[in-house]
């Protein structure tokens, strides 16, 4: 990939106050970076944050090709867009953001250098772990709708509840090269991907039986591409 300075990339770590965030992989050959940024919150916000989420969400838990997929999950826009939420065999509709998500990304994303709201990201794929049995397997959030492997893409991950794993792997990794990155995530982490990491990088949650708390993960991405069929695509037809 062409470096980060033809490109214009600035990584979420250097719109933030010095040494806040930490960059677990930087691959500069491929433009794929994750940062991490411990909790900034109070344990009395990540409890109401935590409430919040949990109550105001309408989960579901669509069937893949072999069953229940193993979480329960919802997909959130920003008004004006209709577009689902589309992976493999399974399509999650959009709920529009309530009002608590808009007050959570006032809390969230001046953390994440996007002080103003006209810079937050339109979406919101959330996920609910209702224990260490819930996981979600190895995949790139490669969707159409986030055109993350044609250009650079963010993505901002808030953890809420139990401690989870969370590991990255490079897909063709070479010779001497390292292929993977492990992170233990807590409650009130946020976590960045950033650049063409979806292209060149896979991730997943794996199961941990040892856990019986819930934990609930948002992840906010930039729609770049909407269907044709959503009032928020001013793509002229073809």
């Not at 989420?53 to 069937?63: C, I, K, N, Y």
Request: proline fraction near 7%.
């Amino acid at each position: 990939e062409e470096p980060r300075d033809k490109t214009g990339l600035r990584l979420v770590g250097e719109n933030c106050p010095d040494g806040q965030w930490t960059y677990v992989m930087k691959d500069d050959s491929r433009r794929s970076y994750a940062g991490y940024l411990q909790c900034p919150f109070t344990p009395d916000q990540c409890v109401e944050f935590f409430g919040q989420v949990l109550a105001g969400t309408r989960w579901e838990q669509p069937h893949g090709p072999l069953g229940p997929i193993p979480r329960k999950t919802a997909w959130m826009v920003a008004s004006g867009c209709t577009c689902a939420y589309r992976y493999g065999n399974i399509e999650v509709a959009a709920q529009v953001f309530p009002n608590w998500m808009k007050e959570l990304m006032r809390q969230v994303m001046p953390h994440c250098g996007l002080c103003e709201e006209a810079e937050w990201p339109n979406s919101c794929n959330l996920n609910l772990y209702e224990d260490g049995g819930m996981s979600v397997g190895w995949h790139a959030d490669d969707e159409r709708l986030f055109q993350g492997k044609f250009r650079d893409a963010l993505i901002i991950s808030l953890s809420l509840g139990a401690r989870r794993k969370f590991e990255i792997r490079l897909n063709w990794p070479e010779k001497n090269e390292r292929a993977m990155y492990r992170l233990n995530l807590g409650n009130g982490d946020l976590l960045t991907m950033e650049g063409m990491t979806q292209k060149h990088y896979q991730h997943r949650v794996p199961k941990e039986e040892a856990i019986a708390r819930p934990r609930i993960n948002l992840t906010w991405r930039w729609v770049a591409k909407h269907s044709p069929q959503c009032p928020a695509d001013r793509q002229p037809v073809a």
